[in-house]
């Protein structure tokens, strides 16, 4: 398997080094050369398997023999072991033909477990096997950051560098980063919004001269092994729910486009997806443009969904990509002209072919608590402000009700209590054992500017265990 970069100038990679790799060196990010598609009769001889069992079987094609099949299936196995509910990511139904699949049962309570703690694994694995030492700097809204942190914090060969915007996390959020200490974690709270640190992110993969010749890496969705192992748990819910023979449609609370993009891909890998539903909260550029093929930028908004307050959305690159025919030299154009002039639209058959592709709905602070008061009041549930966010936008573009309909639980509600009590909800929310003492915890987070230079010299200082690079 080769990976190609959506600008076409980058040199295409196997997966090993697209793993260590962050945006193609053309500014691009990279994507399968070729996707594989499995057939119907495949999907459906997955049924009843164990999570990292199908995990093997989704992924191995990607993987393709860089990592031996025993090693990749010891590291999911161990993986999704750690999970704390026996099946990882659990349906939930909270009416009719309409699920929430859990998938905030990982050690940090977000989906973003799923991805990061794998490409924890994967990286010390690959690394310790080239005796390599690299530098991750990765930009959060909330909660990529925590995942990250605890997916690399036991890997001997990682410095990990996570910005996350200052005074715009949740408290839970925060303290997940910022109580885990090691000579190779820091957590730098940047003044500014989330634009501002994936921006610094990107970046710094331009010019790496400040890294002295060590290699930096991303954790964020544009490295591809985050998408792929998005891809995996859309499988999982259709088996569930009389896939492949049965169509299934999903509704994902969506900001920087990475989890909805692993849902197309797992459509055009041949699993029967009837809807795709792009949710997202006020900062809603996805929603403008699917509804209106406006892809410009606007001024972020703090929410009450802060993980999803993002307008710059990385790997809606990657679709555009496919919309244009997967013509580099087009994507290159598209994106100088968003960098310059802060948007644009599409031709009018491409953004004809996104409106078959995906639905979508910008849902206010105000609908997310009501829907969160709405679903309380009907099955007890708690959502998260995210997940309510979806199943708002399940409700109001479902195209049928005969279809199962499942909305991505994108976290647990215990890290927004905010949300929570202004939707009126009086159900106390208890934090898991192994983060019950989160409050007491100390603290450590370096406050810096919002100046790229700054960031850089304070990588450049604690990069290698703390001691300068
Ligand atoms: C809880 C939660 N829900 C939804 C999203 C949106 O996911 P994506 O950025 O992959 O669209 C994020 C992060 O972006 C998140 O942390
Ligand atoms: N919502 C994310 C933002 C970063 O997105 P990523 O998927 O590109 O890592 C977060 O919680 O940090």
């Not at 905030?104 to 989906?111: K, N, S």
């Not at 994106?335 to 639209?345: I, L």
């Amino acid at each position: 398997m080769r990976y190609i970069s959506t600008r076409g100038q980058a040199p295409a990679l196997n997966f090993e080094d697209v793993l260590l790799a962050g945006l193609a060196s053309d500014g691009g990010l990279y994507v399968p050369e070729n996707l594989p598609r499995f057939t119907q009769e495949e999907i459906a001889s997955w049924a009843g398997l164990p999570y990292h069992e199908l995990a093997f079987r989704v992924m191995r094609p990607f993987v393709d023999g860089s990592i031996a099949d025993a090693d990749f299936k010891k590291i999911l196995e161990e993986t999704y072991g750690e999970f704390a509910h026996a099946a990882v990511a659990p349906l939930r139904q909270l009416a009719g033909n309409e699920w929430v699949m859990e998938l905030f049962h990982g050690p940090t309570l977000a989906f973003k477990d799923f991805a990061l703690q794998l490409l924890g694994r994967l990286l010390d694995h690959v690394l310790a096997k080239r005796g390599e030492r690299v530098v991750i700097i990765g930009a959060t809204s909330g909660d990529t950051g925590s995942a990250a942190i605890e997916g690399c914090r036991r890997c001997d060969n990682v410095d990990i560098f996570i910005l996350h915007p200052h005074q715009r996390v949740s408290e839970v959020q925060r303290r997940q980063m910022t109580t885990i200490f090691g000579d190779n974690i820091h957590n730098i709270a940047i003044e500014g919004n989330f634009d501002d640190c994936q921006e610094m992110v990107k970046a710094s993969f331009a010019d790496q001269s400040f890294l002295k010749g060590t290699r930096l890496v991303a954790v964020n969705s544009i490295n591809w092994a985050r998408i792929m192992a998005q891809i995996v748990y859309y499988f999982h819910a259709a088996l569930q729910l009389g896939g492949p023979a049965r169509s299934v449609a999903f509704s994902v609370p969506t900001g920087n486009f990475g989890d909805i993009f692993a849902g197309y891909l797992a459509r055009n890998m041949g699993l029967p997806i009837s809807q795709l539903i792009v949710a997202t909260n006020r900062n809603d550029i996805l929603h403008r443009f699917m509804s209106g093929n406006q892809y410009v930028k606007d001024t972020l908004h703090p929410t009450l969904s802060p993980s999803m307050d993002i307008m710059v959305s990385s790997n809606f690159e990657r679709l555009l990509f496919d919309l244009h025919g997967r013509s580099g030299a087009a994507i290159a154009e598209l994106m100088e002209r968003f960098k310059q002039g802060g948007g644009f639209s599409v031709e009018q058959d491409r953004w004809t072919e996104a409106r078959k592709l995906f639905d979508s709905l910008a849902v206010t602070d105000e609908q997310t608590c009501q829907t969160i008061a709405e679903v309380f009041a009907t099955t007890g549930e708690v959502l998260d402000p995210h997940t309510a966010i979806g199943v708002k936008a399940a409700r109001e573009c479902r195209r049928s009700l005969d279809t199962p309909m499942v909305v991505l639980g994108t976290a647990h509600p215990v890290k927004f209590p905010e949300a929570v009590e202004k939707a009126g909800v009086g159900k106390a929310l208890e934090l898991p054992a192994h983060l019950s003492d989160l409050f007491s915890r100390d603290e450590r987070c370096t406050v810096l500017a919002n100046d790229l230079k700054a960031v850089q010299a304070f990588v450049a200082q604690h990069g290698n265990r703390g001691k300068p690079l």
